[in-house]
């Protein structure tokens, strides 16, 4: 089976991104869209975001954060659909700037996880839920349309010209607008010349905002932009860049006092399911509204750093691989001719991986010296000397540095249910024909 080769941009490379959802918003616990969803009093919302005046927000701590729990990226929203600012912008005094804190957050963010050797990204809502002629749409107010329309366009201008090199541009929020009413072909192509070499993700309205599984954007390969996000998915998008973003809690994006965390087995196996599909992880966290990121969040994060810290080389940038049915142990993928198994349930002191036909050089567990045994027969290979328990809390990884490029037996199904059935009757015949118990008489004898 020949392997296809994924993109080699950093962007790949980098594989493990932090999203950081915070803003006013967080000052009400209950998700970043609370005024909309909640139809609270816009006046009142805007008073109190006016108030809102974090007093612990060090952007060198999160940058910290980000570095110990192994990301590789981050992006931060900007401006959320609550429409504040959190720049020092020329086009509102709503922001943070202006506002009680006087403060230029996207300054101190990008540059501080510049400094930590971070690529940066920056998050931007189309909609504005403050402005009227957002629900009345283009049709019905196109005086007010075009006006939010250049609003957001001045907004990224500014963005794209103040913060030095910016890595990512994600948009959100385009509904109800389309890529027409948004003008984002016109507008990325001005970020593209303000920003060479920017990835910009595909938030951008191609798809009809009344179109069949309008909800489920992000995993179309036509919705133009570098990369497709499916949300709270993992999912490949076809012959593009993709990256799932995915909450760290059970479901809002913003801080929310008293939600469920994920453990971080769940958030480790989503990264690993991600990278071994070929994508990217963009995990979420809400600090607080203080500025302060959860020490929940932290204590999840900071373990699977450690882990990445001698896993690492099985996640980042490595490439999808089907060399054996390796789905209920775990996770395979591959980079160059080495293969890697993530193992999440651990299966003793053996494990056996139907399919491989390339010759192992050497396998070993990530984190120990000691080599293990390969046999091989007509299905693939037995690995063997493997501790009788898990050797990590978390997964282990089994390292396989094959003879060349990874291939499979022609009779190797990846699935055990389906494919030829006759490739597993050399195995069955082994045991013979009889339906009773045993077909070594002396065995079954009653009382012996
Ligand atoms: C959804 C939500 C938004 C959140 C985003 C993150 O689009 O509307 O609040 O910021 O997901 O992907």
Redesign the pocket.
């Known amino acids: 089976m020949k392997i296809e080769t994924p993109s080699n941009s950093w962007f790949r490379q980098a594989t493990y991104g932090l999203?950081l959802?915070w803003g006013p918003y967080s000052q009400h616990g209950r998700?970043?869209?609370v005024l909309m969803r909640e139809l609270l009093n816009q006046e009142e919302y805007a008073e109190q975001a006016c108030r809102w005046n974090p007093q612990h927000f060090d952007a060198n701590e999160w940058a910290k954060v980000a570095v110990d729990g192994g990301f590789r990226y981050a992006v931060l929203?900007t401006r959320?659909?609550d429409g504040y600012c959190l720049w020092d912008t020329d086009t509102t005094d709503y922001s943070s700037a202006q506002q009680a804190p006087k403060k230029d957050y996207v300054r101190e963010y990008t540059d501080a996880f510049r400094a930590a050797g971070l690529k940066v990204g920056l998050?931007f809502?189309w909609s504005d839920f403050r402005l009227p002629a957002l629900f009345a749409g283009p049709e019905k107010d196109p005086e007010g349309w075009a006006q939010i329309r250049e609003y957001a366009h001045e907004q990224v201008r500014e963005l794209m010209t103040r913060y030095g090199k910016i890595d990512i541009l994600w948009f959100?929020?385009v509904w109800p607008g389309s890529a027409k009413d948004w003008r984002s072909a016109e507008l990325v192509s001005e970020i593209k010349r303000l920003q060479p070499g920017i990835l910009v993700n595909n938030?951008l309205g191609y798809r009809a905002p009344e179109s069949e599984n309008s909800d489920e954007f992000g995993a179309n390969e036509d919705e133009g932009g570098d990369f497709g996000?499916p949300?709270h998915r993992i999912q490949a998008v076809p012959g593009k860049l993709w990256e799932t973003?995915q909450v760290s809690t059970w479901r809002l994006?913003s801080h929310t006092p008293g939600e469920r965390w994920r453990s971080a087995e769940h958030i480790l196996d989503m990264l690993t399911e991600a990278s071994s599909k070929g994508g990217n992880l963009l995990l979420?966290v809400g600090p607080d509204s203080g500025g302060r990121i959860p020490q929940d969040f932290i204590n999840r994060s900071n373990a699977i750093g450690d882990w990445l810290k001698v896993n690492g080389e099985a996640v980042y940038g490595t490439e999808p691989v089907d060399v054996g049915e390796c789905v209920l142990f775990g996770r395979e993928c591959r980079r160059g001719n080495t293969v890697y198994l993530i193992i999440r349930f651990w299966p003793g002191k053996e494990l056996r991986l139907q399919g491989l036909a390339t010759g192992v050089k050497q396998a070993t567990l990530l984190g120990d010296r000691r080599p293990l045994s390969i046999e091989r027969d007509s299905y693939g290979i037995l690995i063997s000397g493997l501790p009788e328990k898990q050797p990590h809390p978390l997964f282990s990884v089994i390292k396989l540095e094959l003879d060349g490029e990874p291939e499979t037996l022609e009779s190797y199904h990846p699935g055990l249910w389906g494919g030829d059935p006759s490739r597993l009757l050399s195995w069955a015949q082994k045991r013979g024909n009889s339906v009773m118990a045993s077909t070594v008489e002396e065995v079954a004898t009653p009382g012996a």
Do not use: A, L, P, V
């Open positions: 999203f959802h998700g970043e869209q929203t959320h659909h998050y809502s959100d929020g938030r996000t949300e973003c994006w979420n």
